[in-house]
């Protein structure tokens, strides 16, 4: 595997893999299987893999959240090595991301306006902001994201759709614990018992999934949020369309999604199923 700290150098490298399938997997580190699992698709899928890790402050709205997000560089790299990415992109200065930075609009109509856009003002909008300058400085065919973070996935989806970036964004199978849990690099700040507690998330949403019917939502919302409460402190516990995020319309046939935030201790985790 080749490692890049700036752009230029790894736009020069690409630049011998003209006409191939370039799969782009951007992490922002701490790698579990979850990120292992998205390179591995990327590597069946294509003929290039590249990797970025940047802890993009933009789009943190807690500074005490971003400080704490756990980096250990050595131990990623050697996993991205155990699964074959053959580029990295490791820019050690926030400028060398930004530089060639350009305005741009999207209209994301309701998707940036519920669930985390309301809860985290401002997230998306940076999280738009340098997946739109990676796509630029990879060129990447195909970008691979998890569907954990569902609404991010939605909304990267419609920015390449709006500003035609011609990149096919593949959304992969959220990659779990023995239990259930969500791998996510934010486990790794939970305690112990923390971490027993944590199971509640996928727990209450399979409990969601057993007990929709389709028009018994606001019901079934109210009953997960109160599980929930008995264990973190939850932000919200939602039942919404999979296409577009909004409401669920009585007599919808298409796909349903819970979705989930709640804080155990001063981690907040996040979970998402389909449940029809």
């Given at each position: 595997?080749?490692?890049f700290?700036t752009?230029?150098?790894?736009?020069?490298?690409?630049?011998?893999?003209s006409?191939?399938?370039?799969?782009?997997?951007?992490?922002?580190g701490?790698?579990h299987r979850?990120?292992?699992?998205?390179?591995?698709?990327?590597?069946?899928?294509?003929?290039?893999?590249v990797?970025?890790?940047?802890?993009?402050?933009?789009?943190?709205?807690d500074p005490?959240?971003y400080?704490?997000?756990?980096?250990?560089?050595?131990?990623?790299k050697k996993?991205?090595?155990?699964v074959?990415?053959?580029?990295?992109y490791?820019?050690?200065d926030?400028k060398?991301?930004y530089?060639?930075?350009?305005?741009?609009?999207v209209?994301?109509?309701?998707?940036?306006?519920?669930?985390?856009?309301?809860?985290?003002?401002?997230?998306?909008?940076?999280?738009?902001?340098?997946?739109?300058?990676?796509?630029?400085?990879?060129?990447?065919?195909?970008?691979?994201?998890?569907?954990?973070?569902?609404?991010?996935?939605?909304?990267?989806?419609?920015?390449?759709?709006?500003?035609?970036?011609?990149?096919?964004?593949?959304?992969?199978?959220?990659?779990r614990?023995?239990?259930?849990?969500?791998?996510?690099?934010?486990?790794?700040?939970?305690?112990?018992?923390?971490?027993?507690?944590?199971t509640?998330?996928?727990?209450?949403?399979?409990?969601?999934k057993?007990?929709y019917?389709?028009?018994?939502?606001?019901?079934?919302?109210?009953?997960?949020?109160?599980?929930?409460?008995?264990?973190?402190?939850?932000?919200?516990?939602?039942?919404?369309?999979?296409?577009?995020?909004?409401?669920?319309?009585?007599?919808?046939?298409?796909?349903?999604?819970?979705?989930?935030?709640?804080?155990?201790?001063?981690?907040?985790?996040?979970?998402n199923?389909?449940?029809?």
């Open positions: 595997m080749k490692v700290t752009q230029e150098s790894l736009k020069e490298e690409l630049k011998k893999h006409g191939k399938t370039i799969g782009f997997v951007p992490t922002m701490a790698l979850g990120h292992t699992s998205l390179l591995t698709k990327a590597k069946t899928s294509c003929d290039v893999v990797c970025s890790i940047f802890v993009n402050p933009t789009q943190f709205n005490k959240d400080q704490s997000y756990p980096i250990q560089i050595e131990e990623d996993k991205l090595e155990e074959g990415c053959d580029l990295l490791l820019p050690n926030v060398d991301v530089m060639n930075e350009k305005e741009f609009n209209d994301l109509g309701v998707l940036d306006q519920v669930m985390e856009g309301r809860n985290r003002p401002g997230h998306f909008k940076g999280v738009m902001r340098v997946v739109k300058l990676l796509f630029e400085i990879v060129n990447p065919t195909h970008a691979f994201f998890g569907l954990k973070d569902y609404q991010q996935y939605l909304i990267v989806k419609k920015m390449v759709d709006e500003l035609d970036m011609g990149i096919h964004i593949v959304g992969c199978e959220t990659i614990e023995a239990d259930g849990l969500a791998m996510s690099s934010r486990n790794l700040l939970l305690t112990f018992t923390q971490r027993q507690v944590a509640t998330l996928i727990k209450t949403l399979h409990y969601c057993d007990h019917t389709g028009s018994n939502i606001a019901d079934l919302e109210k009953r997960s949020l109160a599980m929930m409460q008995q264990y973190g402190e939850p932000e919200y516990f939602v039942i919404r369309r999979a296409d577009n995020l909004e409401e669920v319309p009585e007599g919808y046939t298409g796909e349903v999604r819970a979705f989930v935030v709640c804080r155990i201790g001063k981690v907040r985790l996040i979970d199923l389909q449940i029809n």
